[in-house]
């Protein structure tokens, strides 16, 4: 099995999607890659590629990186390629109908969740900031509709309670790209059966507001630690201390009663609602994310400070 090469397109933006790029193209022909467009970034605003178009340009994959595909000249460019399959993996474009049809064995998606738990935009912030025990990736057919194609494999990573949706993206863009080269192998020579996704437990990832990321020292312990852990390191949760903005970019559950938002030590544990939380990876504004310790040495927050 995996001897058979198949042609194919793969289509993505992110570091998610470059990671099953570069495991795709080790086996299989990938002879057109599709990206979203540069994007201006930095202080020169200078227009940088997505992950996946530098990572296709090391390969030497051709990139088109159309604004939509509802063109029909976009359409037939993709149908031209003549391909045998495509890889999907948090492009970012809504594929027509004509896209999902025109490879031989139709178009596939790599998708950051257990469906039918968590489809659409933000899955790994959404399953951590929920307190879910686990998540995982789901190799799917596609259909028109959001996330909601025939599953054809699935693979499960459990969440510890120190995670962050930057180690779990880590994990599940690892996982990603065995999987989908697994799937591609078996589909290759027909050793695939799709299972339609269940019509309970559906539940959607809304991307992620900046207006979420305010801390509610009100809410308790396990959500705010769950809050911080799943918006860690983008957009990155926070609050005010001393009238200054800082991220809180990693907590554990502490030990300790009192009111919200107050320091019941030196040592950065804060009340909630109920219960309490210590923080442990900080970010001031301006400089570089640090340690509980390295935040306290430029820092010190005395106990009975009010975090807001």
Known sequence: MGDIRLRVAFMGTPDFAATALKAVAAHHDVVCVYSQPPRPAGRG???VPSAVQAKAETLGIPVRCPVNLKSPEDQAAFADLALDIAVVAAYG????QAILDAPRLGCINIHASLLPRWRGAAPIQRAIM????????T?????????????LSTERLPIGHDDTAA??????????????????????????VPTPQPEEGVTYAQKIDKAEARIDWLRPAAEVSAKIRGLSPFPGAWCELGGERVKILNAAIGNGEGEPGTALDAALTVACGQGAVRLTRLQRAGAKPTDADGFLNGRPVPCGTKFA
């Not at 929920?130 to 990736?137: C, K, L, Q, Y």
């Not at 190799?139 to 599953?151: E, F, N, P, R, V």
């Open 167 to 192: 180690t779990i993206h880590d994990g599940l863009a690892g996982i990603g790209a065995k999987l989908v080269v697994e799937t591609l192998a078996r589909l290759a020579i027909g050793d695939v």
């Open 93 to 96: 474009l809504i594929l027509p």
């Open 139 to 151: 190799i799917m057919q596609m259909d028109k509709g959001l996330d909601t194609g025939a599953m």
């Open 130 to 137: 929920a307190g879910d025990s686990a998540t995982g990736v």
């Open 45 to 47: 605003y200078k227009l």
